[in-house]
């Protein structure tokens, strides 16, 4: 069988511009990486996924029946919206230019022709497809014999990986785009005419992707150590690191698988489809890599911790895959689940350091990382009535009516959380003989108070960051509320410099 090679239909409105002199030899575009800054075979595949996980055996069933067979199987039942998928603005601008010019335009790629020909229609620019068709594979060699022999005349061709270099060396000129930087000097080896298109930093994609910036979450495993009086103890601290690194790689690891699974719906998002995976600046196939290597790396640490802490991540894990798959779109249940996710780091902590359980400390951590994830979404509904976007908030259950009770229940879980800390201090912390200065804790809810009180206020006026630990890493009030917290909770472990005290005559 031939390969797939589709010619638009002629239509009258949009003709090409005719130019003097010969005709243009034609520019030739590849489709992944290249003119969309994803892979829609890597996409087909999450998009099965995310509706049924068993199709996971169904795709090993088309495996052995050679690529071609196997990318028309995910083409015929993946659901995709091309129109949303991040298209590189640069590129498609020259081609645009030069079929205005009077070039004609051809799609070239070793994707399936089905999705081929929805790229297509969603991109006007074209008016031809060359395509796998289910039996051979368009890439490489297959792909420059067959343009060869399409176009002995000559053609241009924009490409982005390895596998294009068989074809960069039967073109006339080469369009290296976003390409690694080997490839790029291969391209560049080749001794003809070469335009750029650079890429972005793809470690700096990587990084963002991660959210690092979330590891500060895990510094809830140490709340434990310093409140269960071992701050002095070098092997409780060495314990502690463990766990928060643990929980750090699984978590970083399972906010990339987050984003996988969401791809869809961060993409209709005014601010989340500019995520590394959704806005396509971390290619899909470094993000499965990555959180493979995350969730592996994460546990290995967590069982090297010990049994406790190994159970204790992996409940984490659990509960977070199951908020990714199911949760986050139930309203109410999804903002307590991410207060649960905040408190396992606390039981994650106590169960490292191996300090007795506190009942009201795990309950104010559910109430206060409950209010700070309705802060969230209230701020997601309050954007997307502000961006005329009413009905149901994009993948979750919300509607924008709903915005007023999230308010209200917010303020609520925050406010209960200070006075469930401050039952704390009353029935627990004072008896605990371990902590050098538990006076010093009172300073706690004062801070709690006025930070609850920043962040509905910002909240309420628009101005608060769509992730409030995003926001509180960055907001300086906040940070210098973080300051005095600490320094109670360093006072509270291990009191006043002698020298100070003897000093005030305490």
Do not use: C
């Not at 962040?455 to 995003?470: F, S, Y």
């Amino acid at each position: 069988m031939a390969i797939a090679s589709v010619r638009r239909a002629e239509t009258p409105a949009s003709p090409p511009t005719p130019t003097a002199g010969p005709k243009p030899v034609p520019l030739v575009i590849d489709l992944d990486g290249t003119l969309l800054r994803t892979d829609l075979l890597l996409e087909g595949a999450v998009s099965l996924l995310r509706r049924n996980l068993l199709m996971v055996l169904a795709m090993l069933l088309w495996l052995p029946r050679g690529k071609a067979y196997f990318k028309r199987k995910v083409a015929e039942r993946a659901v995709l919206d091309i129109a949303t998928m991040p298209a590189n603005a640069a590129l498609l601008a020259h081609i645009e230019a030069e079929r205005a010019a009077g070039r004609e335009i051809v799609l070239a790629t070793a994707a399936d022709e089905l999705m081929a020909l929805k790229v297509m229609q969603a991109f006007p620019v074209f008016d031809r497809v060359v395509a796998s068709d289910g039996v051979r594979n368009l890439k490489g060699e297959a792909k420059a014999a067959q343009l060869a022999s399409l176009y002995p005349q000559g053609f241009d061709y924009a490409g982005n990986s390895a596998a294009d270099l068989p074809v960069w060396a039967r073109a006339r000129s080469l369009i290296v785009v976003e390409a690694p930087g080997g490839v790029a000097r291969a391209a560049r080896a080749l001794g003809k005419p070469v335009r750029e298109f650079p890429a972005a930093s793809r470690l700096r994609a990587l990084t963002k992707g991660l959210r690092l910036h979330q590891w500060a979450k895990n510094g809830l495993v140490f709340l434990p150590l310093v409140l269960g009086g071992r701050a002095g103890d070098p092997a409780a601290w060495g314990l502690a690191l463990a766990a928060f690194l643990a929980l750090g790689l699984v978590a970083s690891a399972s906010y990339l698988l987050n984003d996988l699974l969401d791809l869809p719906h961060d993409r209709a998002h005014w601010s989340k489809r500019e995520r590394p995976l959704a806005s396509g600046r971390l290619p899909l196939s470094a993000g499965i890599a990555a959180t493979i290597l995350g969730l592996a790396g994460g546990l290995a640490v967590a069982f090297a911790a010990g049994p406790a802490v190994l159970v204790g991540v992996l409940a984490y894990l659990a509960l977070t895959l199951t908020y990714s798959a199911w949760l986050k779109r139930v309203p109410m249940l999804d903002a307590l689940t991410l207060g649960g996710l905040f408190t396992l780091r606390i039981a994650v902590g106590v169960a490292a350091v191996g300090v007795a359980w506190s009942p009201w400390l795990l309950t104010f951590s559910m109430f206060l990382f409950t209010s700070l994830s309705f802060a969230k979404r209230q701020t997601e509904l309050r954007g997307a009535a502000k961006r005329g976007r009413s009905g149901k908030l994009s993948g979750r259950g919300y509607q924008s009516a709903d915005e007023p009770v999230v308010l209200a229940f917010g303020i609520a879980a925050g406010l209960a959380s200070v006075v469930i800390f401050i039952l704390y201090l009353a029935n627990e912390a004072f008896r605990h003989a371990a902590l050098a200065a538990p006076l010093a804790l009172w300073a706690f809810p004062m801070v709690l108070v006025l930070f609850m009180g920043r962040v509905w206020l910002l909240a309420g006026r628009d101005e608060l960051h769509d992730d409030p630990v995003a926001f509180a890493v960055k907001d300086r009030p906040s940070l210098a509320l973080a300051g005095i917290a600490g320094l109670a909770f360093g006072i509270a472990a291990f009191g006043l410099p002698q020298g100070l005290v003897a000093g005030w005559g305490l």
